[in-house]
């Protein structure tokens, strides 16, 4: 849950949400922000705040100006001591005190005081308009002079099972392979996510990095890095290099755990990129309400990043910018928060892949998807675009437009797509054979769309969702609903159930429950954690 993932994204989580807006956002926002400023998902009056900052005559001996830790630090009772070791405390003038035993009892009063003075490691949980920032486990503070350093723990866990009836036994691909459509019953872990981040050296060097896997790949399996760092300008521009997710839709970018169902839609699953090595940048103009995100990467997959294996020096360029005129519009599609306002976000995505790899199979990351035709049909196997032939590059050109509302618990939101491919070369041992007409250039599209309702103010949640895809091989949609309990009127723990529809659904990755060619009935339970 940034680079993308949400993820850090995701600050908080990387896939969940975008690595670089993790970073970017830094650990700042905790310590500049009074904690009564600060806006929760479960603003409630039994929950613990940050202890103020200590009154002056707290201050160490001799800077009477200057705290001893940055505010919003929680605060032990008693006054804190200046000395650095309890030796040097018990050398003072003890108070009068009958034998030992007051000379224990001011030791021990001492101890606990010099402790109570240390920053204790602070937990920072999501608000209405941002992830958690987890666990600070240490900050520096910079006005001591000493070395500035911090770091941050947060992840996520996706807990599923999932039930597939199919609705027919077999599909036939473009080449003209009969493939068999399994039934489904099986419990996962389905995605988790640990993120360490914070800065070092300077406040403005940021850092995140996360372990990122699936157990549907099997219990054994390896972690998938995710990382980047990279240097905090300003509010308006982070810049960070290493491997993150790409922000070539909105949905993608969004981050999982903090979708409004068991996960995102078909469409986007068909059309969206993956996750790769690059450069990005991103930041927030005109007062807040404008944001981007931006990057050029090694491909739009990371199986197509490895070094050895990489021909050429053909990049993806992907950009994204939404506007957020209203106010700020939260975190994913849902309004469990319930603004008391309407919000909007509009805005668009691009991503231009010249000369891209055509891949078999997807890349060692969960999140990565192969490109596909219409009917499910990996671009890549033989004969898919022309009989007897193998495509091994092409061209990638994605363009989306998205549009959400939200106001007093109910939400609209909408994505569409439009994906063309051309330029398409083969593999060198292939007959010459000319492309048709009708496949020199491929142009395919589709949209997703999500009602939702948080009928009790965050808590219960309803919602129907809809996708579809359509190009020239075929067309396929989906269409469901269900609805969330939200634990404890917060975000970060959420139970969906959910019911989906597919006929002839032409999308596949093993973290989501599509599976290319499949027409039948998912039924998912989820349980999501976001720590």
């Excluded at 596909?372 to 032939?389: C, E, F, N, Q, Y």
């Amino acid at each position: 849950m940034g680079l993308v993932l949400a993820l850090l994204a995701s600050g908080a989580p990387v896939v969940a949400q975008n690595l670089l807006a993790v970073a970017g956002a830094g650990l700042e926002e905790p310590f500049d922000t009074a904690p009564a400023e600060r806006v929760r998902s479960v603003p409630s009056p039994d929950r613990s705040r940050a202890k103020p900052a200590p009154e002056p005559g707290r201050f160490p001996t001799g800077e009477p100006d200057v705290p001893l830790f940055p505010e919003g630090i929680e605060w032990g009772e008693g006054p804190v001591d200046a000395a650095q070791y309890v030796e040097e405390s018990t050398r003072t003038i003890l108070p009068p005190a009958a034998g030992r035993g007051g000379i224990d009892e001011e030791i021990d009063r001492r101890i606990e005081a010099r402790l109570g003075g240390i920053p204790r490691p602070r937990y920072f949980p999501a608000t209405d308009f941002a992830p958690p920032h987890g666990l600070l486990l240490y900050r520096e503070d910079k006005r001591t002079g000493e070395f500035p350093f911090a770091l941050a723990v947060s992840g996520f866990l996706q807990l599923r099972w999932l039930e597939f009836a199919r609705g027919a036994t077999s599909w036939t691909n473009s080449a003209g392979t009969e493939l068999p459509i399994s039934n489904i019953n099986a419990f996962s872990l389905n995605r988790y996510l640990l993120m360490f981040s914070g800065h070092v050296v300077d406040e403005r060097l940021v850092y995140a990095f996360a372990l990122f896997g699936t157990s549907n790949s099997g219990v054994n399996t390896g972690l998938a890095p995710l990382g980047l760092a990279g240097w905090k300008f300003g509010p308006e521009a982070t810049v960070g290099i290493g491997v993150s997710m790409l922000p070539g839709s909105r949905e993608f970018l969004d981050g999982s755990p903090w979708t409004i169902g068991v996960d995102r839609s078909m469409a986007n699953t068909f059309f969206r990129p993956g996750v790769s090595p690059g450069v990005a940048a991103l930041g927030a103009l005109a007062e807040g309400t404008l944001h981007y995100q931006a990057g050029v990467y090694n491909s739009i997959d990371a199986g197509g990043a490895n070094v050895l294996l990489r021909r050429g020096t053909s990049r993806a360029w992907v950009g994204n910018v939404w506007w957020e005129p209203l106010g700020k519009f939260g975190l994913g599609y849902s309004d469990m928060e319930h603004h008391a306002d309407p919000a909007i976000r509009v805005g668009t995505s691009g991503v231009f892949a010249p000369n891209t790899r055509a891949l078999p199979v997807p890349g060692f990351n969960p999140e990565n998807t192969i490109v596909r035709l219409s009917d499910g049909t990996p671009l890549a196997i033989k004969g898919a675009l022309v009989p007897g032939a193998t495509v091994d590059a092409f061209d990638y050109r994605l363009a989306t437009v998205d549009a959400g509302w939200k106001w007093s618990g109910v939400s609209l939101n909408a994505e569409y797509y439009f994906r063309f491919l051309d330029g398409f070369t083969f593999a060198a041992n292939d007959p010459p054979l000319p492309l048709p007409p009708s496949h020199v250039g491929l142009l395919d599209h589709g949209g997703a769309g999500y009602l939702g309702w948080c009928f009790i103010p965050r808590t219960w949640e309803v919602y129907a969702r809809s996708s579809a895809v359509t190009g020239p091989f075929g067309t396929g949609q989906e269409y469901g609903g269900g609805i969330n309990r939200y634990i404890n009127k917060s975000r970060q723990g959420r139970l969906t159930l959910e019911a989906i529809h597919m006929l002839r659904n032409p999308a596949q990755n093993i973290l989501y429950p599509y599976r290319a060619g499949a027409t039948g009935t998912a039924i998912q339970t989820q349980l999501v954690v976001a720590f």
